[in-house]
């Protein structure tokens, strides 16, 4: 054998460059279900069941063309359970003359498999991904000489240098940021009629794959009755088509607003399909401003959808690759308490936090202000140890990947790398909660928004306080916290104490 090319469960397009060259009289494929992956954090059964299942759905794809697919089963019984130690298997057998891979999206993937290629002697090729806008090394030249990173000027770079939703070098519209028209929250009544988005039934291999993972992965978080997303690139195309059709129009509207029971609102669901390069960003980017120069939907929409994947996407990409391994190590504000533990179950009474936290275990999936304004939130204010954070958010979502996983939780959301990432911690109180979801949570929780102690007092609003009494110079020294802060000066040192004892309570009955 030639080359084997090593295919990883989120590397599924036969156009990515570790098929440059292929050929299938002497080159073949490798591929493995392995349950360290699955099991590296406690993974949701929603995700492994994605992973496999696209997996498998692709593997047959390739094997369809004729080409020879060594494709290692989950439930094959001389498995060894590493990616390390199913390639050495591979290589015994296959004898291959060398190694080629896309660089994988997981830095820990990446080191293990280096150190198998040297370990068994043989010549790794790493090529670059191309699923993205940018290289890292584009990235790393935009970060080079910068004291901070922030997304809009890269963001910019990209719509100038990609020449998206640009009228010659003017941005379309004479804008490059719409956050105005955008970001609105739903009438006391509620959100209009939510066109519900396509999902998919599982098929014959699907419905394997559930099986295999109810049975193998008993005792792991989730649920698989719901599962419906989209696992081949036929159906992702769907996806995307469905999206641009029926939602994107609303999207930019709506992309901040929060409510009961409603998952999806108007966002595409496609990040998993782009995680596991189902679909390529450009094409979606193409779509999206696409119908905007059709007229079928406004500018706002359309900049607030391609600045997500044009400028969030790429940004955590290159923060990742530019800041692993010491990233994960970031904890800049000191925080050490463990993770609730309901934060696996939703046994909470903390009613907007519960229905995030059920919807994402029967789902795989919350949207971004609820992973953020609600999830990430609670465990910021809380203090929770990033790293716990962090295991739970890659275990949890079908989207999550390390690479566009951390960056968001880590810096994001708690905060851990001191402000590498964004500029100002996302610190709210219930009161925001209420006001993105028109108080529809609220109303149904035994706890008040407004209310910072006292046996009814929204935890999220009274660890909002202690969070700035905790942190009241660090948030005065920063232009975009100190109005936040100011407002300290309006208690007196009672209410200031017992903001802190009942902070307290909450943190020891966590
Ligand atoms: P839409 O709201 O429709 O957005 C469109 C697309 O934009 C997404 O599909 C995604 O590809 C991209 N996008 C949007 N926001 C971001 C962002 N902040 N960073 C990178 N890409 C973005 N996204 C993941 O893909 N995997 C993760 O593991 C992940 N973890 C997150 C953890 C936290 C704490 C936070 C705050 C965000 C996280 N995100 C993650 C980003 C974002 O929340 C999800 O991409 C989005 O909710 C996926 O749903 P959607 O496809 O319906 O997105
Ligand atoms: Fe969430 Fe607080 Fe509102 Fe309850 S009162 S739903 S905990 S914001």
Redesign the pocket.
């Known amino acids: 054998l030639r080359h084997l090319v090593l295919v990883l469960g989120d590397q599924l397009d036969a156009a990515s460059s570790a098929f440059d060259g292929f050929d299938p009289a002497c080159d073949a494929v490798w591929m493995a279900e392995v349950a360290e992956e699955s099991t590296h954090v406690w993974s949701s059964q929603p995700r492994i069941a994605l992973f496999l299942a696209a997996m498998r759905h692709f593997a047959a794809d390739l094997a369809a063309r004729g080409w020879a697919v060594h494709h290692t089963r989950l439930d094959d019984a001389t498995n060894t359970g590493t990616l390390a130690g199913e390639l050495a298997r591979a290589v015994q057998a296959l004898r291959p003359a060398a190694l080629i891979l896309t660089a994988p999206g997981d830095w820990r993937v990446l080191q293990a498999l280096r150190a198998q290629a040297r370990a068994l002697g043989l010549p790794l090729e790493l090529r670059d991904d191309r699923h993205f806008f940018a290289t890292v090394r584009d990235f790393a030249t935009h970060a080079q000489g910068r004291k901070s990173l922030r997304m809009e000027f890269f963001y910019r770079e990209m719509r100038r240098r990609h020449r998206v939703l640009m009228d010659g070098d003017q941005p379309a519209g004479g804008q490059w940021n719409f956050d105005a028209d955008n970001r609105a929250a739903f009438p006391p009544s509620g959100p209009p009629p939510v066109p519900a988005p396509l999902g998919f039934a599982p098929d014959t291999v699907t419905r394997a794959v559930i099986t295999l993972v109810r049975e193998r992965f008993a005792g792991h978080p989730g649920a698989l009755d719901d599962f419906d997303w989209p696992l081949t690139r036929a159906q992702a195309l769907s996806e995307l088509e469905d999206f641009i059709t029926h939602r994107l129009a609303d999207?930019g509207r709506w992309?901040d607003a929060l409510w009961p029971a409603q998952p999806?609102l108007w966002?595409?669901?496609?990040?998993a399909a782009?995680?596991l390069k189902l679909l390529h960003p450009r094409e979606v980017v193409a779509a999206a401003e696409a119908a905007w120069r059709d007229g079928t939907v406004p500018l706002a929409s359309a900049e607030g959808?391609i600045r997500?994947?044009l400028g969030?996407?790429e940004y955590?990409r290159g923060i990742y690759w530019t800041q692993m391994p010491g990233y994960l190590e970031g904890n800049a504000l000191g925080a050490h308490l463990p993770l609730p533990a309901w934060f696996w179950t939703g046994e909470t009474d903390m009613a907007c936090l519960r229905d995030a936290l059920r919807q994402t275990l029967r789902l795989g999936?919350?949207?971004?202000i609820q992973?953020?304004m609600v999830?990430?939130l609670y465990a910021l204010l809380l203090g929770v140890r990033p790293r716990e954070v962090h295991a739970w958010?890659?275990a949890v979502?079908v989207?999550?990947?390390e690479w566009?996983?951390l960056p968001?939780?880590l810096g994001?959301?708690q905060f851990a790398d001191g402000g590498r990432m964004a500029s100002k911690p996302y610190i709210a109180s219930g009161k925001y909660i209420e006001r993105m979801s028109a108080g529809s949570y609220c109303r149904g929780c035994r706890f008040d928004p407004a209310l910072r102690t006292g046996p009814r007092a929204c935890p999220y609003t009274t660890l909002y306080w202690d969070f700035l009494l905790r942190f009241e110079a660090r948030l005065a020294a920063n232009p975009r916290t100190v109005m936040q802060v100011k407002n300290l000066a309006r208690l007196d040192a009672a209410e200031r104490e017992a903001i802190r004892t009942q902070a307290q309570l909450l943190r020891e009955g966590s």
Request: glycine share 2%.
């Open positions: 999207f992309q999806w966002h595409s669901r496609l990040s782009l995680n959808f997500q994947i969030w996407r955590v999936y919350a949207h971004h992973r953020l999830i990430g958010f890659l979502y989207d999550a990947v566009v996983e968001n939780v994001m959301s």
